[in-house]
């Protein structure tokens, strides 16, 4: 069965991810499940950050996948999916450019419309199970400023339906799962080209120091590969490099 069977349903959670572990921990779901909520109410972000969401207006998701021999030190191939399967549902909606913003924001021009924070259970050398929450600003509007963020609703003046998105999701990730399973390695060439402030000069945070480097690419460990100005090349996780809040 694909990714989206079941998809089970709540009112209000804490968070779909934390219900999702919980499943999992349980036994109760398997790979493809789906723990969709229409409201959070400690949705997060990365680092312990808050990611938030309309009650009812906006799709906050979490997929169950169980990686049948992926190495711990591949896992981010699952970042790569996730948000390149994001990416096309936003695209399939939106006219305006949209990107990802290492590791798996999603922007559509500046503006963020989507956030997902992954949690992988590591046994031994590989990963039993993955967690993938997923925001995507769907029929909300009104953010503050600081946020720049934006929604589908903003970007088309159209209302989407949620359960709808969800589908397109759904089936947008199983496509690369399966290809992956497949031994398709174009994940890797799409994440790249579709990499935000690629080639460009770009304010960073590395070690907590601003930094102007231009972000090339990822490697296999999903760390950002950047050119410093003077020409070096190096690449740092997420423990030591973020883009600086704009
Ligand atoms: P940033 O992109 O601000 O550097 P991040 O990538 O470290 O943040 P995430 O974990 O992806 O952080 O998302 C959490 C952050 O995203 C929050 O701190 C908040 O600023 C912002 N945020 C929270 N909810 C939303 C939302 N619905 N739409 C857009 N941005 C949001």
């Known amino acids: 069965m694909g990714i989206g ?85 936003t695209r399939m909606l939106v006219p305006a450019e949209v990107r990802i913003k290492w590791p798996n924001d999603v922007l559509v021009e500046r503006k963020k419309i989507a956030g997902i924070l992954i949690k992988n259970e590591v046994v031994g050398e590989l990963v039993q199970s993955s ?20 929604s589908l609703l903003l970007e088309t003046g159209r209302v989407v339906d949620v359960k709808v998105l969800l589908d397109h999701l759904c089936k947008a990730l199983d496509r690369r799962w399966k290809a992956f399973e497949n031994g398709d390695d174009g994940l890797a060439a799409e994440y790249t080209e579709h990499l935000w402030a690629r080639g460009r000069w770009t304010d960073l945070l590395l070690d907590g120091q601003c930094i102007v480097a231009r972000p090339m690419d990822v490697d296999d460990h999903g760390r950002l590969i950047v050119e410093h100005e003077g020409g070096a090349v190096n690449a740092y996780g997420l423990d030591r490099l973020r883009f600086a809040p704009r």
């Open 131 to 150: 967690v993938v929450g997923v925001g995507i600003n769907a029929n909300s509007s009104g953010f503050p400023e600081e946020m720049t963020a934006t």
């Open 5 to 89: 069977t079941p998809i089970i349903a709540f009112d209000t959670l804490e968070s779909t991810n934390k219900t999702a572990a919980e499943l999992l921990s349980l036994s109760k779901v398997q790979h493809g499940a789906v723990i969709l909520a229409r409201e959070q109410t400690a949705g997060r972000g990365q680092r312990g950050r808050t990611w938030t969401a309309q009650p009812g207006l906006d799709l906050t998701a979490s997929v169950v996948l169980k990686p049948p021999a992926l190495r711990a030190e591949d896992q981010f191939v699952l970042g790569k999916m996730a948000a390149l399967a994001v990416a096309e549902v």
